[in-house]
């Protein structure tokens, strides 16, 4: 082989680079390492030594009960601050209940107050209604023409509004719930408590009742009273001075009745 090939050989058998010598420490980087970590060691050990040596057994007891003093202290703020969360917690689910409670007695009440405030409006358009009525039934053919185009106007705004009229009609049951009784008339043929005639119809609505139907009911005939019975006289009582006047009498009879046979006796004697 010659020179050339040997120098070859030997470029080829150094590192290539300075990087792979510091993927692999050396042993003097080795040392080092390992000197700093025990040093490090010893101040550590140095440390603990002059701590322990600071403090007494009687300090480390004291310090240990100051922290179990703070440790329960804290656990007892702990357990306060959760009674306090969980009374907060209580009373606002207890005022939200009361609000929603109350929002839903305000939407009630206003509720109510509209359908009050529109019975009492139609309410006071029923003496029309009435008026239409009469009309109606008293007039011509020709004229209830007119006057039913006007009536189903004013019907069509009550129907508008929810409000119609009670339906009622002859031998219905009484019920005191829509109904109002002027007065009864007795009958035997129907059943007690039915309606006979419709004075006034009623209206209602939704359901909330403007005007009780004025109705006449029939009642049962009251059944025939017995005849007295003739009353037994009782006997009077009898004094001792009428018991002597009846005495008197009867011994002024018996004189008497003596006396007129004496007589006819000797009227016999002297014929």
């Keep these: 082989m010659t020179d050339d090939n040997n120098n070859e050989l030997l470029e080829e058998s150094k590192p290539e680079s300075s990087d792979d010598t510091r ?32 403090f007494s ?14 440790l329960a202290d804290i656990k007892e703020n702990v357990e306060k601050l959760r009674k306090e969360n969980a009374e907060s917690k209580k009373k606002f689910m207890h005022l939200q209940a009361e609000f929603e409670n109350a929002q839903k007695r305000w939407d ?25 009525k009469k009309a109606i039934d008293s007039a011509e053919d020709k004229e209830k023409n007119v006057l039913n185009s006007f009536y189903n106007q004013f019907m069509n705004i009550f129907k508008s509004y929810g409000a119609e009229p009670i339906q009622v009609s002859t031998s219905d049951k009484f019920d005191y719930s829509i109904h109002e009784a002027l007065t009864t008339i007795e009958k035997k043929d129907i059943p007690e408590n039915s309606i006979l005639e419709v004075i006034q119809d009623g209206f209602k609505y939704g359901k909330e009742i ?18 007295p019975e003739p009353e037994e006289k009782e006997p009077e009582e009898v004094t001792s001075e009428e018991v002597e006047k009846e005495e008197d009498v009867t011994k002024q009879d018996d004189t008497g009745e003596k006396k007129h046979k004496e007589k006819k006796h000797k009227k016999h004697k002297k014929e």
């Design 23 to 54: 993927a692999f420490p050396t042993e003097e980087q080795e040392n080092a390492e390992i000197k700093t970590q025990s040093q490090e060691v010893k101040k550590l050990e140095e440390k603990e030594h002059f701590e322990l040596d600071y």
């Design 57 to 70: 057994k009687e300090d480390l007891l004291k310090e240990k009960e100051d922290l179990e003093k703070k």
């Design 108 to 132: 009630k009440s206003r509720q109510n107050l509209r359908i009050e405030y529109t019975a009492s409006v139609l309410k006071n358009f029923l003496p029309l209604y009435d008026s239409f």
């Design 210 to 227: 403007i005007r009780y139907a004025k109705v006449i009911i029939s009642r049962k005939p009251k059944p025939p009273e017995p005849e």
